[in-house]
């Protein structure tokens, strides 16, 4: 055990002796520090050794069916391995992917959360989302939920109720443009998610739609503004209950561009929102009729 004097005892004078755990006096015993644990890392990496000595590997995840404990085969490594050997690992490799997967639902599972991924990332939502996205359709297998239902359909819906659940809305026809999924079979596997399962969702805020909306259409900010605050009169007054959340977002951008002359059709408010142009103005009449807008 290598020591090493270090600075002087507090008690007596005395010498310390410092070792791996502990530093004590030489004159009288006392321990004056103790470190048990060593916050630092268990590798030293050079550049010029020859191999990477870590072992940690990637954390844990739910959005893998293994949770990222199994392991891959990979086609670096030796490069003199040539001919039969080289085949040779190429079908151990096959082998082992197929080898990963258990059971059919294993099978689905990795299919479904690869589709997962894809989605959140064409949507631009956080890895929170994409590991919700993927618990959900775990509890949803587990349940029996799946059986004579549409896989594409499971996952526009995991992922739109993440969304809903995450504070990321998006409306379906987003949710629809990136997914394979067609809007019966998402709505009938959201139906069956959130009936089943019971999901702690509301009524979605209009207001978390004004900003998207808003940057879609290329709206001054004072026009955003002026709707989100339309927004808030409305629910104030009781006004969206039971009605569109994007068609009351859409409607309140219309009424605002026209109130500072934006040059905003009904038209464009309808097709970025996702609704009918009688949607927009029949929001706009209930907002004139209750004097939250002069449009």
Known sequence: ??????????????????????????DCGLITGVTNVDVGPEWRS??????????????????RHDRGLSTRIGHGGDVRITGRKRR????????????QCRSKAERNQRDVFMQIHRLTASLSLPASTRERAC???????????????????????????ACRLGGYPRTTAEILTGS?????????????LNRELGLPVGPIDPVVYVPRFG???????????????????ARRVGMIGGRNPCGVAAACL????????????????????????VTIRSTVDALRERRLTSA
């Open 135 to 161: 618990m959900l359709f775990r509890s949803a297998q587990n349940e029996g939920l799946i059986r004579g239902r549409s896989l594409e359909g499971f996952t526009a819906a995991t992922v739109y109720a």
């Open 215 to 233: 940057t879609r259409l290329d709206l001054p900010v004072a026009v955003r503004l002026r709707a989100e605050t339309l927004v808030r009169n």
């Open 254 to 277: 219309y009424a605002a561009a026209r109130e500072h002359e934006a040059g905003l059709t009904q038209k464009e408010a309808a097709t970025v929102g996702d609704v009918s142009t």
């Open 88 to 99: 040779q690992f190429a079908r151990l490799r096959t082998q082992h992917q197929r080898a």
């Open 1 to 26: 055990m290598e020591t090493k004097h270090d600075s002087s005892c507090p008690e007596c004078g005395g010498d310390i002796r410092r070792d791996r755990t502990e530093r004590i006096c030489l």
């Open 46 to 63: 050079f550049e010029e050794d020859e191999g990477d000595p870590r072992r940690t590997g990637a954390p844990l995840t739910r959005s």
């Open 180 to 192: 394979r999924a067609t809007e019966d079979e998402l709505r009938a596997a959201y139906d069956a």
